[in-house]
């Protein structure tokens, strides 16, 4: 298939399918849109405690990456599961420019390290931030109980409606543990809808530039 290195209205790049017409990231701003989603109306309610993280779609690793120089901050101690079936050629890698438009041209190294580090298995980025990246159906996902805060990045419903159903929230529930929080950039009705059958809490929620709502659910 297909892959586009483009750039977003922020300045940061993403990849760009044209045969599935999908960007991995909002074209308003691929850097903007992850923190909106992800950091402002996900991380951040955990309150720097300790959290442990899946990500739907790793993809290009920049909600790892900002999760991590956010946590680096506050001293929050995190462990973070990434899966990925389809993981981002390595030659592409270099074309991300997140460490520059984050303003951390310092953590690169962490960056391209999160990527080149081994699939499958554990790996200290820092003595508080642990990466396990999974090659993995998000279909497989079995988990019980295991994650405080769910960043649910799959491709577009237009694209892949598969991967938005009763089915595969269902097996978010069951990953979550109790109180656990689920954000998405995504806000349409089939997808609030399948996430209340599964047995979520929802709410919309202003979305990031762009896009007028997303969607935050719960687990109670």
Same mark, same amino acid.
């Given at each position: 298939?297909?892959?586009?290195?483009?750039?977003?209205?922020?300045?940061?790049v993403?990849?760009?399918? #044209? /045969?599935?017409?999908?960007?991995?990231h909002?074209?308003?701003?691929?850097?903007?849109?992850?923190?909106? &989603?992800? @950091?402002?109306?996900? %991380?951040?309610?955990?309150?720097?405690?300790?959290?442990?993280? %899946? /990500?739907?779609?790793?993809?290009?690793?920049?909600?790892a990456?900002?999760?991590?120089?956010?946590?680096?901050?506050?001293?929050?101690?995190?462990?973070y599961?990434?899966?990925?079936?389809?993981?981002?050629?390595?030659?592409?890698?270099?074309?991300?420019?997140?460490?520059?438009?984050?303003?951390?041209e310092?953590?690169?190294? &962490?960056?391209?390290?999160? $990527?080149?580090?081994?699939?499958?298995?554990?790996?200290?980025?820092?003595?508080?931030?642990? =990466?396990?990246?999974?090659?993995? %159906?998000?279909?497989?996902?079995?988990? $019980?109980?295991?994650?405080?805060?769910?960043?649910?990045?799959?491709?577009?419903?237009?694209?892949?409606?598969?991967?938005?159903?009763?089915? @595969?929230?269902?097996?978010? $529930?069951?990953?979550?543990?109790?109180?656990? @929080?689920?954000?998405?950039?995504?806000?349409?009705?089939?997808?609030?809808?399948?996430?209340? /059958?599964?047995?979520l809490?929802? /709410?919309? =929620?202003?979305? #990031? =530039?762009?896009? +007028?709502?997303? %969607? +935050?659910?719960?687990?109670?």
């Amino acid at each position: 298939m297909k892959r586009e290195i483009i750039y977003t209205q922020d300045g940061s790049v993403t990849i760009y399918l #044209p /045969e599935m017409k999908e960007t991995y990231h909002s074209k308003f701003g691929a850097v903007q849109e992850a923190y909106h &989603v992800f @950091i402002k109306n996900g %991380l951040a309610l955990t309150k720097g405690q300790p959290v442990s993280i %899946l /990500e739907i779609g790793f993809g290009t690793g920049l909600n790892a990456f900002i999760t991590y120089l956010e946590t680096k901050k506050a001293g929050q101690q995190v462990y973070y599961e990434g899966i990925e079936a389809y993981p981002v050629p390595m030659d592409e890698v270099p074309l991300l420019n997140y460490a520059g438009q984050t303003g951390a041209e310092d953590e690169k190294e &962490v960056f391209n390290l999160m $990527h080149y580090t081994d699939w499958d298995r554990e790996t200290a980025i820092s003595d508080k931030f642990i =990466l396990k990246k999974r090659k993995l %159906l998000f279909q497989d996902i079995k988990e $019980h109980n295991k994650y405080d805060l769910i960043y649910f990045d799959a491709f577009g419903y237009h694209a892949q409606p598969e991967l938005w159903d009763t089915v @595969i929230f269902k097996a978010m $529930h069951t990953a979550l543990k109790t109180n656990g @929080i689920l954000v998405t950039y995504a806000c349409r009705t089939v997808i609030k809808k399948a996430m209340q /059958e599964a047995g979520l809490t929802v /709410e919309k =929620l202003p979305g #990031p =530039l762009g896009k +007028r709502e997303m %969607l +935050r659910a719960v687990k109670l």
